[in-house]
């Protein structure tokens, strides 16, 4: 599918598992974004990557870990997951680095941790 | 520090009626302005951008926003309500010349009512 997908689009885990949410964009996009939308907070930056194998962290990183082997994926791990990450979790992508590029969103990943 | 404040969680019009949601921001140098519209269970998709090109702009479905350097301000509107708008916006904020990261307000949710 063109664009760019997150899978899964819902999950339930528990206290203290790993979890790993996928983003795949098919774009070739240079910066990807993850994002976590909790009511009230509208959307907070947890990493961004400028391309394959450049990560960094963004506003809300703690207990998250980011990969970007490929430019196309841009996973997100949960090494240990706690009650507080429950949230949706957006991916996105621009084909740049400047403040006025577009960035572009998945549906979004349904997360509860129990 | 950059900031997004949208006035008003919940927001109700009647169909036919005038739009207006409220987004202030906070910037230390000139920003670029975004308004993201989010239908249910879907991800973030780009209505209109402020990139100093001109004061008034208009976006996708109708929707226009002015940006008013003096009053911080960058309110979204539309001038006849569709059901089809019912939906959340969120306003963003992201600073020129610098790298593009995304700062959100914590959303409006606007309801259309027949």
């Known amino acids: 599918d063109a664009g760019i ?24 996009h240079s910066y990807m974004f993850w994002y976590r939308q909790d009511l009230g907070h509208g959307l907070r930056l947890i990493y961004y990557s400028a391309a394959a194998d450049i990560t960094d962290k963004g506003e809300v990183p ?7 082997s490929k430019t196309e994926n841009f996973p997100l791990t949960l090494e240990s997951a706690t009650r507080s990450q429950t949230s949706v979790y957006f991916c996105a992508s621009s084909d740049g680095g400047r403040a006025i590029n577009e960035q572009f969103f998945g549906p979004g990943t349904r997360l509860t941790v129990l | 520090a950059q900031s997004v404040t949208q006035l008003g969680s ?5 169909e036919g009626a005038l739009v207006l949601l409220r987004c202030n ?13 989010q239908y249910p269970n879907q991800g973030l998709q780009l209505l209109l951008k402020y990139t100093s090109a001109a004061t008034l702009v208009k976006g996708i479905n109708g929707f226009e926003a002015e940006f008013k350097k003096s009053e911080t301000s960058f309110h979204l509107t539309k001038p006849s309500a569709h059901m089809s708008d019912a939906a959340e916006y969120f ?12 700062i959100f307000g914590a959303g409006t949710r606007l309801a259309v009512h027949p």
């Open chain 2, 91 to 102: 306003c963003a904020v992201s600073e020129t010349g610098g790298y593009n990261k995304l």
């Open chain 1, 62 to 68: 703690d207990g998250y870990v980011v990969s970007r």
């Open chain 2, 10 to 14: 919940h927001v109700s019009v009647s």
């Open chain 1, 5 to 28: 997908t997150q899978s899964p689009r819902y999950k339930i885990t528990e206290t203290g598992r790993q979890v790993t949410l996928m983003c795949h964009q098919t774009w070739s």
């Open chain 2, 25 to 37: 921001y906070s910037s230390s140098v000139p920003p670029y302005l975004f308004w993201y519209v």
